[in-house]
């Protein structure tokens, strides 16, 4: 199973849908280059990353999501429009502040 699932809703909107799992390694390394090659294929797409199912991630894969943002940021920032983040847990939304600042 992977640990989310990233697709095109629409030609502008690029949604990512967690399912509920605890990913390893492999599975959380292959969404963060699934994401960064929709990324580059779709320049101009908003992203919607819908949290409302994603179990806390652990330390490992925390510091690894914001090391990824860090490495990608150039290509983010000029390929993303805008991003939206739904996480209705207040710890998961907690735990994805502390991504954003590593």
């Given at each position: 199973?992977?640990?989310?699932?990233?697709?095109?809703?629409?030609?502008?909107v690029?949604?990512?849908?967690?399912?509920?799992?605890?990913?390893?390694?492999?599975q959380?390394?292959?969404?963060?280059?699934?994401?960064?090659?929709?990324?580059?294929?779709n320049?101009?797409?908003a992203?919607?990353?819908d949290?409302?199912n994603?179990?806390?991630?652990?330390?490992d894969?925390?510091?690894?999501?914001?090391?990824?943002?860090?490495?990608?940021?150039?290509?983010?920032?000029q390929?993303?429009?805008?991003?939206?983040?739904?996480?209705?847990?207040?710890?998961?939304?907690?735990?994805?502040?502390g991504?954003?600042?590593?």
């Open positions: 199973m992977k640990f989310a699932k990233v697709e095109m809703s629409n030609s502008d690029m949604e990512i849908n967690y399912n509920g799992i605890n990913p390893t390694k492999d959380f390394e292959a969404y963060l280059k699934e994401v960064i090659d929709m990324v580059e294929q320049p101009g797409a992203q919607l990353y949290g409302t994603i179990k806390l991630l652990p330390a894969l925390r510091i690894r999501h914001g090391k990824w943002i860090k490495e990608n940021e150039g290509i983010l920032s390929n993303v429009t805008v991003t939206a983040i739904i996480i209705p847990n207040m710890l998961a939304r907690m735990v994805m502040r991504i954003f600042l590593i």
